[in-house]
Protein backbone atom coordinates (compact mmCIF):
# COMPACT_ATOMS: atom_id res chain seq x y z
CA UNK A 1 0.00 0.00 0.00
CA UNK A 2 1.26 3.04 -0.73
CA UNK A 3 0.77 5.89 1.10
CA UNK A 4 0.95 9.88 -0.74
CA UNK A 5 2.70 12.17 1.90
CA UNK A 6 3.22 16.44 1.25
CA UNK A 7 6.40 16.95 3.54
CA UNK A 8 7.70 20.45 4.41
CA UNK A 9 11.11 20.88 5.11
CA UNK A 10 12.34 24.19 7.13
CA UNK A 11 15.24 25.25 8.92
CA UNK A 12 18.80 23.71 9.79
CA UNK A 13 17.87 20.49 9.73
CA UNK A 14 15.54 20.31 6.58
CA UNK A 15 17.58 17.74 5.31
CA UNK A 16 16.86 15.39 8.07
CA UNK A 17 13.94 15.54 8.98
CA UNK A 18 10.09 17.24 8.00
CA UNK A 19 8.26 19.74 10.18
CA UNK A 20 5.45 18.91 8.75
CA UNK A 21 4.03 15.39 6.87
CA UNK A 22 0.18 15.79 5.46
CA UNK A 23 -1.13 12.10 4.57
CA UNK A 24 -4.74 12.48 3.61
CA UNK A 25 -6.56 15.37 6.15
CA UNK A 26 -4.08 14.62 8.90
CA UNK A 27 -1.13 16.59 9.77
CA UNK A 28 1.45 15.00 11.56
CA UNK A 29 3.70 18.18 13.16
CA UNK A 30 7.56 17.70 14.12
CA UNK A 31 7.86 18.82 17.50
CA UNK A 32 8.62 23.06 17.72
CA UNK A 33 10.91 24.58 20.84
CA UNK A 34 10.55 28.06 22.20
CA UNK A 35 13.42 30.00 20.17
CA UNK A 36 12.61 33.59 18.62
CA UNK A 37 13.61 34.92 15.66
CA UNK A 38 17.14 34.55 16.03
CA UNK A 39 16.90 31.43 17.12
CA UNK A 40 17.81 32.13 21.30
CA UNK A 41 15.72 30.41 23.93
CA UNK A 42 14.14 33.23 26.57
CA UNK A 43 15.27 31.92 29.97
CA UNK A 44 11.35 32.48 30.86
CA UNK A 45 9.35 29.04 30.29
CA UNK A 46 5.86 31.16 29.05
CA UNK A 47 8.03 32.99 26.52
CA UNK A 48 9.20 30.05 25.56
CA UNK A 49 5.98 28.65 25.22
CA UNK A 50 4.51 31.39 23.06
CA UNK A 51 7.51 31.13 20.54
CA UNK A 52 7.07 27.43 19.68
CA UNK A 53 3.55 28.28 18.97
CA UNK A 54 4.68 30.59 16.91
CA UNK A 55 6.74 27.83 14.76
CA UNK A 56 3.55 25.61 14.98
CA UNK A 57 1.67 28.56 13.00
CA UNK A 58 4.25 28.68 10.80
CA UNK A 59 3.94 24.84 9.75
CA UNK A 60 0.13 24.97 9.99
CA UNK A 61 0.18 27.62 7.01
CA UNK A 62 2.43 26.54 4.44
CA UNK A 63 -0.73 23.73 4.71
CA UNK A 64 -3.21 26.82 4.62
CA UNK A 65 -4.00 25.31 8.23
CA UNK A 66 -4.47 27.64 11.21
CA UNK A 67 -4.41 27.07 15.12
CA UNK A 68 -7.80 25.97 15.11
CA UNK A 69 -7.38 23.16 12.80
CA UNK A 70 -4.80 21.50 15.50
CA UNK A 71 -7.06 18.32 17.36
CA UNK A 72 -3.95 17.12 19.62
CA UNK A 73 -1.06 18.33 21.05
CA UNK A 74 1.72 17.02 23.08
CA UNK A 75 4.21 19.28 25.34
CA UNK A 76 7.16 18.17 26.60
CA UNK A 77 8.82 20.10 29.17
CA UNK A 78 11.84 19.51 31.12
CA UNK A 79 10.89 20.73 34.55
CA UNK A 80 7.02 19.59 36.17
CA UNK A 81 7.56 21.24 39.00
CA UNK A 82 7.97 24.57 37.63
CA UNK A 83 5.27 23.95 34.70
CA UNK A 84 3.03 23.08 37.41
CA UNK A 85 4.10 26.23 38.94
CA UNK A 86 3.03 28.35 35.84
CA UNK A 87 0.49 26.15 34.54
CA UNK A 88 -2.01 29.54 35.11
CA UNK A 89 0.00 31.48 33.44
CA UNK A 90 0.64 29.01 30.40
CA UNK A 91 -3.07 28.00 30.04
CA UNK A 92 -3.94 31.40 30.19
CA UNK A 93 -1.41 32.77 27.11
CA UNK A 94 -2.24 29.55 25.44
CA UNK A 95 -5.90 30.68 25.16
CA UNK A 96 -5.00 33.87 24.05
CA UNK A 97 -3.10 32.56 21.22
CA UNK A 98 -6.26 30.32 20.30
CA UNK A 99 -8.52 33.35 20.89
CA UNK A 100 -10.74 31.13 23.10
CA UNK A 101 -10.46 27.99 25.10
CA UNK A 102 -8.74 25.21 22.85
CA UNK A 103 -10.91 22.32 21.76
CA UNK A 104 -7.51 19.83 21.71
CA UNK A 105 -7.09 16.89 23.48
CA UNK A 106 -3.66 17.47 25.33
CA UNK A 107 -0.83 15.28 26.65
CA UNK A 108 1.71 16.72 29.46
CA UNK A 109 5.25 15.20 29.19
CA UNK A 110 8.75 15.57 31.52
CA UNK A 111 11.49 14.32 29.99
CA UNK A 112 15.04 14.50 30.93
CA UNK A 113 16.24 16.78 28.56
CA UNK A 114 15.84 18.66 25.06
CA UNK A 115 17.87 19.07 22.41
CA UNK A 116 19.87 21.76 23.66
CA UNK A 117 19.47 22.48 27.43
CA UNK A 118 17.92 25.97 26.77
CA UNK A 119 14.64 24.39 25.57
CA UNK A 120 11.82 24.12 28.75
CA UNK A 121 9.23 23.09 26.26
CA UNK A 122 8.67 21.74 22.89
CA UNK A 123 5.23 20.84 21.32
CA UNK A 124 4.29 18.39 19.05
CA UNK A 125 0.93 18.76 17.38
CA UNK A 126 -1.82 16.83 14.97
CA UNK A 127 -3.82 18.88 12.95
CA UNK A 128 -6.90 17.96 10.41
CA UNK A 129 -7.11 19.87 7.24
Known sequence: MSIEK???RDGPYADLF???VRVG????????VGTDAAGVAPEDLVAQMKNAYTHVSAVLSEYG???DNIVDETWFVTDIDD????????????A????????????LVQVAG??????????????CL
Open 96 to 107: EIYGKKPEVSQT
Open 114 to 127: LVDAAYKIEIKCIA
Open 6 to 8: KLF
Open 83 to 94: TMAKVGDLFMAR
Open 65 to 67: ATI
Open 25 to 32: DTLYMAGQ
Open 18 to 20: CQG
